[in-house]
């Protein structure tokens, strides 16, 4: 058995795409600006610090946007040179270990367990890497600890700019005070359910049984939560990361009114551009796991419907999209996505909730 403690860090990039369009424009350094549409139909991607003083954020719309900072800048996104300077990073990182792992264009996980830099030190190797990426014009945060989901919660704590460590004889205690909306998968409508039943903190979650939290939350997401507060995680930094659900969505050019117009769109824009990703011409070539429609109605309320599946079915398309439909109860529509979930290996080693 291996008794040697993990040290992982999870680095992630400080409003990056912001930081990438100062290095572009130097002017937009100490004015608030958004990289994103900031038409009537626009979203924000992410935004400068200066700009989410102002309550923007990202996934908000242009227009609200607006309404919130009237002098707000909107910049055209530029992926091509976000992609070109996260690979300068991901070149920096490697020279540190060969065990990272990306988990967006601006979030590394790495392995420091076998790290020799500065006698081993995960905290000081750190240091050092931001240190050097902040030659490239841009700044990272990070968090350290025993295991992945710990690292990442802890990269936030000293945003931006800085770092955490939390020691795993601390894991346990870090938790218990944390918010349950800080826990990795816990969002808006988990958060009410359980609040309901007085679970508001870590703390709360580590003193219930795992039959409580399954009665609330159902058997698989209850367990998850109790192993997660209890501060388990044992996945591994990965190298070859495993694509876990592959999709496509739209914002529409004009809300739609009717189903059968969601339908039609999804018939003829997004099935052929979801065959596409899949990398398949016919469905029968990939086996999935799951399918999901998702609608985003006028008001900026969305949701989300999935049915179990083997091979993806048009049909159950359409389907998933009356019952989104329903829930809308009249409301138009600005934006349609399907996506499936791919067959996971590694699903007995993953820490996942999918609460909301």
């Known amino acids: ?68 900072c009237p002098q707000l800048i909107f910049v055209k996104p530029n992926f091509a040179e976000y992609k070109a300077i996260s690979y300068q990073v991901r070149e920096i990182l490697s020279r540190y270990t060969p065990s990272v792992e990306p988990a967006s264009i601006d979030e590394f996980y790495l392995d420091l367990t076998e790290n020799d830099a500065f006698k081993g030190s995960a905290s000081l190797t750190v240091e050092a890497i931001r240190k050097e990426i902040s030659q490239l014009g841009i700044t990272g945060s990070a968090g350290i600890s025993n295991q992945k989901m710990v690292a990442k919660i802890a990269s936030d704590d000293n945003k931006p700019n800085g770092q955490k460590v939390v020691p795993p004889e601390q894991v346990f205690e870090y938790l218990a005070a944390l918010p349950l909306k800080r826990i990795p998968g816990v969002g808006p409508k988990s958060q009410q359910t359980l609040g309901r039943y007085g679970f508001t903190h870590g703390h709360h979650i580590q003193a219930a049984s795992t039959e409580q939290l399954q009665h609330v939350l159902g058997e698989k997401a209850g367990w998850l939560l109790y192993q997660r507060c209890q501060g388990i995680d044992p996945r591994p930094v990965t190298i070859d990361r495993i694509r876990k659900s592959v999709g496509v969505e739209q914002t529409l050019p004009a809300d739609i009114q009717q189903l059968n117009t969601v339908q039609d769109y999804i018939q003829q824009q997004l099935l052929p551009q979801l065959k596409k990703r899949l990398q398949v011409d016919h469905w029968r070539e990939r086996t999935i796991k799951t399918q999901t429609l998702k609608l985003k109605f006028s008001d900026f309320n969305q949701t989300t419907v999935s049915k179990a599946n083997t091979f993806v079915s048009p049909s159950l398309f359409y389907q998933l999209a009356e019952e989104a439909w329903q829930r809308g109860a ?27």
């Open 1 to 68: 058995m291996n008794d040697v403690t993990r040290k992982i860090a999870l680095l992630d990039l400080d409003a990056f795409f912001a930081a990438v369009e100062v290095l572009r424009d130097p002017s937009l350094k100490n004015k608030p600006f958004a990289v994103g549409g900031g038409g009537e139909r626009g979203v924000v991607a992410t935004a400068n610090y200066m700009a989410r003083r102002f309550g923007i954020h990202s996934a908000m719309s242009g227009h609200r946007a607006r309404q919130l």
């Open 330 to 356: 009249g409301k138009h529509v600005r934006l349609v996505g399907i996506s499936v979930m791919l067959p996971d290996p590694n699903q007995q080693t993953q820490l996942e909730l999918e609460l909301d």
